[in-house]
């Protein structure tokens, strides 16, 4: 999910006029890459410890800002407002989702040192 938003956001940006370059655009595809590949290295890590902050603190706050990011240059009139929002939502769904995996990767945690202290 996250990948393809990335790609999207990149296709989305190439319609920006030339001046917002090296500012929304440069943000937008900066923090739309971070949010894939920061996914992908919580993903390597060993401990969940590693995983949730990696996925608490840098995910969902490089999604967010690219959420924020894209509602803004919608505002800003820079893209079409309507395209900027839909994408927009498809972060938040991302932002809901990362969420829903964090609990679930301490709900495993939990059952598993509760097996092993009862074991």
Do not use: W
Not at 43 to 60: M, N
Not at 76 to 85: G, I, N, P, V
């Amino acid at each position: 999910m996250a990948e393809s938003l990335e790609l999207e956001v990149h296709e989305f940006t190439k319609i920006f006029p030339s001046d917002e370059r090296f500012r929304s655009v440069d943000q937008l595809l900066r923090s739309s890459a971070a949010v894939a590949n920061n996914i992908a290295e919580a993903y390597r890590k060993i401990t969940l410890r590693e995983q949730v902050h990696i996925l608490r603190s840098i995910v969902l706050g490089e999604a967010e800002e690219t959420r924020t990011n894209l509602v803004r240059c919608g505002k800003k009139c820079l893209c079409d407002q309507q395209h900027a929002d839909d994408l927009a939502e498809k972060y938040v769904s991302l932002i809901k989702a990362t969420q829903g995996y964090v609990r679930f990767l301490q709900q495993s945690d939990t059952r598993k040192t509760h097996k092993l202290t009862n074991s």
